[in-house]
């Protein structure tokens, strides 16, 4: 093969969410042959016609150009998926169980039907956030599957974790920052190196557990951060300090650096939460305390019903007072509202009787499901019509950018609580509005 060809790899994804969709289209961008395998009928139907069941930006566009030019296909069968694959990623869920440990079914699951499936030499790579010592788990289980069959197919297990964020997903993979191979076998290493050529990024090949405690590792990081400053900001609050001016101070050292430095309503998201308290498990279980991350998750639900006294503290009884909620996704530029910190405002004032309404660029029905006493309005103006308050629960360009004098004369009263440090308070001042964000002190 000349260098710079890539040899065209045939591909199965199994598990098509957030990731597996993101992992088939990327592939499928680099020239492989793609074929993304879920159990779910009514997803695999509309990617089938070319429809994203998710809101994540510029995926549909390139699922139906690959779709068009046959280097992508979508099944229900894994079998189908796993027989014709040279590697197949698994990138199943692997959300919390009430322990706090990772749910690792779904792993299990595809494992067992990748061993019942695979006829030649195969790769499977593991794309799912797991606990370390899973690649292990994984090989056993194909292996005692092979046994069954009585066949001798050789196979290796690679863990690869993801790291995309949601709304920048194929920015991400098309871009990533790096590309971690955790891999025993030089014979894989080497054709995940070929997999991933065109993609310019450092790779690091490394030891299966290894890779896996650097996914967890890296999650656990930037929660900390995030809650750090979180907690910095309440301090702000007291002491007449404005945390934004703080976080751009603190962002220019270059140790440091300027990302998720931004004080909020805390994280959410299909990630953080579940992937803190798998690692504070993980310590539990191998008798490590891990009191720092047990003190970041005290911490995150802590901000939110501190942001929720604020809100009692301005605005007296909520009893019958109308709230509009801007945001409900846990982060722009998504639908997911896994462990979205919009859901605990939510809870919070309905137990204080307020009346709500909100308004999401991406999200709509299945904040009615959840809480049917919610109206979810499509129009963001229409959303804050007789509102006595708006809370900004997530930083949509579109809620940004509204026109807030607008606002002020269709609302009711003049509350605004920014969860998101986003506003520009001097201009809602101005408008009339009283601002209140998260530790940021408008006198100084
Ligand atoms: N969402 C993110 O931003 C993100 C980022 C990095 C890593 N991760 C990790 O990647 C994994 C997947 O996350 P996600 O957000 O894409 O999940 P998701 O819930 O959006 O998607 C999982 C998909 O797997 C399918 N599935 C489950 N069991 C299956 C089976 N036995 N056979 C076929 N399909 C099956 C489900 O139907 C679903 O479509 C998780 O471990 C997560 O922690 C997620």
């Not at 019958?320 to 919009?342: C, H, N, Q, V």
Request: with cysteine.
């Amino acid at each position: 093969m000349k260098k710079g060809m890539v040899r065209k790899l045939k591909i199965a994804v199994i598990g098509i969410g957030y990731v597996g969709i993101t992992t088939a289209v990327s592939l499928g961008e680099l020239g492989h042959q793609v074929v993304g395998a879920d159990m779910d009928d009514t997803k695999i139907k509309q990617l089938k016609s070319g429809i994203l069941p998710i809101y994540e930006p510029h995926v549909e566009t390139v699922i139906r150009k690959l779709l068009r030019e046959e280097s992508l296909h979508f099944t229900t069968s894994i079998k189908e998926a796993v027989e014709r694959a040279e590697i197949v990623f698994i990138t199943v869920g692997t959300p919390p169980l009430a322990d706090g440990r990772p749910n690792m079914k779904h792993i299990g699951d595809v494992a067992t039907e990748i061993g019942r499936h695979i006829r030649e030499y195969s790769i499977i790579v593991n794309k799912s956030t797991v606990p370390v010592g899973t690649t292990d788990d994984v090989q056993s289980i194909i292996a005692d599957q092979l046994k069954l069959r009585e066949v001798n197919v050789p196979f290796d297990v690679v863990s690869n974790p993801e790291f995309l964020q949601e709304g920048r997903a194929l920015q991400n993979a098309r871009k990533p920052d790096r590309i971690i191979i955790g891999c025993s076998s030089p014979a894989a290493a080497e054709i995940m190196l070929q997999l991933y050529e065109k993609v310019d990024a450092p790779k690091q090949i490394t030891s299966p557990r290894n890779a896996e405690m650097i996914k967890y590792a890296s999650n656990a990081f930037l929660a900390t951060k995030i809650t750090l400053m979180n907690e910095i900001a309440r301090l702000c609050d007291r002491l007449a300090v404005d945390v934004s001016e703080v976080a751009k101070g603190l962002g220019m050292d270059k140790r440091i650096g300027p990302h998720f430095l931004q004080a909020g309503i805390g994280y959410g998201g299909s990630c953080f939460p579940k992937d803190i308290s798998a690692l504070v498990m993980m310590g539990r279980e191998a008798q490590i305390e891990m009191s720092i991350l047990e003190g970041v998750q005290e911490v995150n639900q802590l901000q939110t019903d501190w942001f929720l006294d604020k809100v009692k503290q301005q605005m007296g009884d909520l009893y019958g007072k109308r709230i509009t909620l801007f945001g409900f996704a846990f982060k722009p530029d998504t639908d997911d509202i896994r462990e979205a910190p919009s859901l605990k405002i939510i809870v919070g004032l309905l137990n204080e009787g307020a009346i709500i309404s909100g308004f999401d660029p991406a999200v709509n029905k299945k904040i009615t499901e959840m809480f049917p006493s919610v109206t979810v309005i499509e129009d963001a103006y229409q959303a804050a019509k007789e509102a006595d308050a708006v809370v900004i629960c997530t930083e949509w360009d579109e809620i940004i950018n509204l026109d807030w004098r607008k606002i002020k004369g269709l609302m009711k009263g003049n509350f605004i609580f920014d969860g998101r440090n986003v506003l520009d308070w001097r201009m809602l001042q101005q408008e009339g509005l009283r601002y209140w964000g998260v530790g940021r002190n408008m006198n100084t």
